[in-house]
C-alpha cells in the first residue's frame, strides 16, 4: 500500500526558509514522479512543483519559481521541498503527491501545515 | 498566464445527472492536456476520480465518467448521491510542464 508522510512544517516569519521532507513507502518510489500541492486555508489546491523519478527535470508554478526548489533522494525513498524568502500567500497544508504516470496526481499524503506570519 | 476555469458551484437533485466542466481561459481543453479530476470532502485529503481524461481511478464507481465536451473537459456523475457533495478540482497538464489546478466547484446535492 502507497503510503506517503509529510514532514518539516511549522511557523516562520516573512522572509525565512523551511525544508519539508515527504517519506514514501509502498512503491517503486525510483520509477515515479513526485508533486508538491498546496492548499491555503479555505482555498482550492494549488500545484507546486514536480520532480521527475531520477531528479533529472524539475518544474515550479510561477508563484514560487526561485524561492522552492524541489529535490530527492531514491536511497532514502525522499522528497524535500526547500522554501526560502517565505511568504505570508505561502501559508497553507502542504501535500507530497504521488504521480500516476499519465500526467496526472495519484497518491496523495496528509499534508504539512506551513504558517507564515509575523 | 493560464487560467483553468470551473463553475464555482454547481447544484443537483438526488438521482439526477450532473456534468462539471473545466476550460481554458484561452484555448480549448484537449486530451494532450491530460485532464485529471478530484473528489475533496471538507477537511480530507483529495481523492482521485479521473485521470487521462476518462480512466477512472481504481475503486471509483463507475457513475463518475470524464470526457471532453466541446472545449473543454467534463466530470459528469450519473445518480448524484448524498455523499456527492463536496468539491471537484479539475488539473490540466500544460506543455511547459506545468500542471495548473482549476478553482473547483463545490456541488450540492438537495
Known amino acids: 500500500q502507497v503510503h506517503l508522510v509529510e514532514s518539516g512544517g511549522g511557523v516562520v516569519q516573512p522572509g525565512e526558509s523551511l525544508r519539508l521532507s515527504c517519506a514514501a513507502s509502498?512503491?517503486?518510489?525510483?520509477?515515479?514522479?513526485m508533486h508538491w500541492v498546496r492548499q491555503a486555508p479555505g482555498k482550492g489546491l494549488e500545484w507546486v512543483a514536480f520532480?521527475?523519478?531520477?531528479?533529472?527535470?524539475?518544474y515550479q508554478a510561477d508563484s514560487v519559481k526561485g524561492r522552492f526548489t524541489m529535490s530527492r533522494d531514491n536511497s532514502k525513498n525522499t522528497v524535500y521541498l526547500e522554501m526560502k524568502s517565505l511568504r505570508p500567500e505561502d501559508t497553507a497544508l502542504y501535500h507530497c503527491?504521488?504521480?500516476?504516470?499519465?500526467?496526472?496526481?495519484?497518491?496523495w499524503g496528509k499534508g504539512t501545515t506551513v504558517t507564515v506570519s509575523s | 498566464q493560464t487560467v483553468v476555469t470551473q463553475e464555482p458551484s454547481f447544484s443537483v437533485s438526488p438521482g439526477a445527472t450532473v456534468t462539471l466542466t473545466c476550460g481554458l481561459s484561452?484555448?480549448?481543453?484537449?486530451?494532450?492536456?491530460?485532464p485529471s479530476w478530484y473528489q475533496q470532502t471538507p477537511g480530507q485529503t483529495p481523492r482521485t476520480l479521473i485521470y487521462?481524461?476518462?480512466t477512472r481511478s481504481s475503486g471509483v464507481p463507475d457513475r463518475f465518467s470524464g470526457s471532453i465536451l466541446g472545449n473543454k473537459a467534463a466530470l459528469t456523475i450519473t445518480g448524484a448521491q448524498a455523499d456527492d457533495e463536496c468539491d471537484y478540482y479539475c488539473v490540466l497538464y500544460m506543455d511547459s510542464g506545468i500542471w495548473v489546478f482549476g478553482g473547483g466547484t463545490m456541488l450540492t446535492v438537495l
Open positions: 484561452s484555448g480549448s481543453v484537449s486530451t494532450t492536456n491530460y
Open positions: 520532480i521527475r523519478n531520477d531528479g533529472s527535470n524539475k
Open positions: 487521462n481524461t476518462d
Open positions: 503527491v504521488k504521480d500516476g504516470g499519465y500526467h496526472y496526481m495519484d497518491v
Open positions: 509502498g512503491f517503486t518510489f525510483s520509477s515515479n514522479g
